[in-house]
């Protein structure tokens, strides 16, 4: 320290401070002295107070770290039964070896309050499971519903279209083989005109048509174009007989044909 500045820490500094008058300010030098001193002080007894939470630390761990000694009364009663150490409770020596682990509780909150905080956060955690396996669930139904309804009205319309293709390929064969009349009104495709003698006949005949479904109506039309014509509509093919017909067409229904 070079020789024309004062050490605030040595004695005759510090002298000079108790001999300042009360009610004299005090110098800057002397005010910062003073404030690096208390820090000091106050710095030396955080160090002294972790000091001693460290060695009640380290002495807990000894203590729970070494064996129980004959010095301990339990201990010495055990001895006394019989019991050697490193053995079992019990009287076949099953039972626990090492003493119960001891859990020292630091925070503010009452026994068993983990316990609840735990059962709390599982409780919270099933929940939102079930809430996302229930909205999982409810967009896979419905996902399901509309690929099945598509499905539906898919074959809906290829119903509809086959019936249609039925009715024509009926029309035709019939009338070439001189068959003027259907032999079920909905054989043949509707047609614009009606005579007038016959509206009554044909709105009786439309209304036993319309129990039958389209798809109905499809199965009995084939089996009379492969019955009669010996006809297929998926093969678009006249056969000769029917031995040439079953030996040839894959079968009577348009999934057959795929």
């Known amino acids: 320290m070079a020789g024309n500045e004062d050490d605030y820490m040595s004695d005759s500094f510090l002298n000079q401070i108790k001999d300042v008058r009360p ?5 800057r030098r002397v005010k910062e002295a003073q404030r690096k001193e208390k820090l000091h002080m106050e710095k030396n007894l955080q160090s ?11 002495r807990r761990e000894a203590v729970l770290q070494s064996s129980i000694g004959n010095e301990n009364k339990g201990f010495a009663l055990l001895q006394k039964m019989g019991y050697k150490a490193g053995q079992g409770l019990g ?44 909205k999982q669930q409810v967009e896979k139904r419905t996902l399901d519903d509309f690929r099945v309804r598509l499905r539906t009205e898919r074959e809906e319309r290829q119903t509809d279209a086959d019936l249609r293709k039925s009715q024509r390929a009926c029309e035709q064969l019939d009338s070439q083989k001189g068959i003027h009349a259907p032999r079920e009104d909905w054989y043949w ?3 614009g005109t009606e005579e007038p003698g016959e509206e009554e006949e044909t709105e009786q005949e439309e209304d036993e048509g319309e129990e039958l479904t389209p798809l109905e109506k499809l199965q009995i039309l084939t089996s009379y174009l492969r019955g009669v014509h010996f006809y297929c509509i998926w093969c678009g093919t006249s056969y000769d ?13 348009s999934a057959a044909h795929d």
Do not use: W
Not at 241 to 253: H, I, R, Y
């Open 241 to 253: 007989d029917e031995e040439d017909l079953t030996a040839n067409c894959p079968g009577d229904s």
């Open 23 to 27: 009610g004299v300010p005090l110098p």
């Open 91 to 134: 009287k076949e020596g099953a039972g626990r070896v090492e003493p119960i682990p001891l859990n020292i509780k630091t925070d503010r909150g009452g026994i068993g309050m983990e316990e609840v905080k735990k059962r709390k956060a599982e409780e919270k955690l099933e929940h939102y499971r079930r809430k996302a396996n229930f």
């Open 189 to 191: 495709p509707v047609s």
């Open 48 to 58: 002294r107070q972790k000091s001693l939470k460290e060695q009640e630390q380290e």
